[in-house]
């Protein structure tokens, strides 16, 4: 267990040994029965997330919380649409963009999936000041950022 005030290298040295766990515990998260067919990928789980807590959204407000290209969300969207996961359908404003959806019969099985991940951050998150969650988050994204910059990886 880490001291209160690591030092960066302390701090570094924790979140090295620390984040293959966290990625190695959140890939053993079961699919829930009604969705293994369907060959989810944690890229889906974002994108399901995504509408799950923010609601129907159009390919581009998906494509941006997402940080990838349109086109990459489009391709996911045709896929998950094509097996029943997700639905399509013009926005009643504006006829040109389409707004996704979870499909009503695959939503409970989505909210089960991601409970367990969601209850977690929820624990961790609870008794943490608003400006300390803000530092968490932020400090994973500036990880996120650097490890892309230093491997090159697109998105």
Known sequence: ???D???VDEGVREMILLMPRLVARSKRMPVPEQLRDFALTPRHL???????YDGPSAVKDL???LDVAS????LM???????GILQRHE?????????VTIADEHREAIESWLSAG??????????????????????LLTFERETMAATKQPD
């Open 118 to 139: 969601a209850g977690a951050w929820r624990t961790a998150f609870e008794p943490l000041k608003p400006a300390e969650r803000a530092l968490v988050i932020n400090a």
């Open 46 to 52: 974002s994108l399901l997330a995504l509408l799950l």
């Open 77 to 83: 969207v045709g896929d998950l649409s094509r097996q």
């Open 63 to 65: 494509a941006d919380g």
């Open 1 to 3: 267990m880490p001291k």
């Open 5 to 7: 005030e690591p030092t």
């Open 71 to 74: 086109t990459t969300v489009s």
């Open 91 to 99: 926005d009643e404003q504006d006829r040109r963009r389409t707004i």
